[in-house]
């Protein structure tokens, strides 16, 4: 078996079984789950020593105690269950595709992602704006490119874009903490390698599986989450 890193495993589907590509992709996500815990326990660890505790001073939304103060337990759930597995997967893989609709509903769920996170204090203003973004998002991509264009840009950028749309999954957790320092940098980082490696996997399973693929292993990667919620 070729020792190449799971993002240049772009063509497994040609040479291996659907049952072979679920299992690497559930073993890499194991493994690399315990590679990001290590590292985080052995960061906190080294902070502790200079009596710093990094856990409290900036706290990460991804957390399932953190996330209990995003809203009601339902809308917790629905986001981390069902929303954001579908509109991240849309905004950051759906376009792997190089497809013009698949592209253009990948962008128009950016805005809809924001609708939504924002849903609690929408006004009829907000909504309108939303809700026009999405549509115009949509309408601009869809109308004003065409499919050979998009053709032409996976020619060229595909397995780029395969390694940038986990490097941006990875790295837009970042924008979960509550704070931010230098100081604080190592951790945070150590942190989101967690859904680095996870968008890794799901990726994976995007590239050489499908979509729907790809939105069930994010639903399984946030499953402990759901669970630690709901036993609470």
């Not at 679920?22 to 660890?45: D, K, T």
Request: one cysteine or more.
């Amino acid at each position: 078996m070729s020792m190449k890193f799971i993002l240049s495993r772009t063509n497994d589907h040609e040479t291996h079984s659907k049952k072979w590509i679920v299992g690497y992709g559930l073993l890499f996500w194991l493994i690399s789950r315990v590679v990001s815990m290590l590292l985080i326990i052995g960061c906190v660890a080294v902070y502790n020593t200079c009596g710093i505790n990094p856990e409290t001073l900036t706290k990460f939304a991804g957390d399932p105690e953190t996330a209990k103060n995003l809203g009601s337990i339902t809308y917790t759930l629905l986001t981390i269950g069902i929303i954001a597995p579908l509109l991240e997967e849309c905004i950051f893989r759906l376009g792997l595709s190089f497809k013009r609709w698949q592209i253009a509903l990948a962008v128009a769920s950016i805005p809809a992602y924001m609708l939504w996170q924002h849903f609690k204090h929408l006004t009829s203003t907000s909504t309108v704006i939303y809700c026009t973004g999405i549509i115009i998002s949509f309408i601009v991509i869809y109308c004003f490119t065409t499919d050979s264009f998009w053709l032409r840009k996976k020619e060229s950028y595909y397995k780029p874009t395969v390694w940038l749309s986990a490097i941006a999954f990875g790295l837009i957790h970042i924008i979960a903490f509550s704070n931010y320092s230098i100081m604080l940098l190592p951790y945070i980082l150590c942190v989101i390698s967690a859904p680095f490696f996870a968008g890794c996997a799901i990726t994976y399973y995007r590239i050489n599986l499908g979509f729907w693929w790809g939105v069930g292993l994010h639903v399984f990667n946030n499953l402990p989450g759901i669970i630690i919620l709901i036993s609470q």
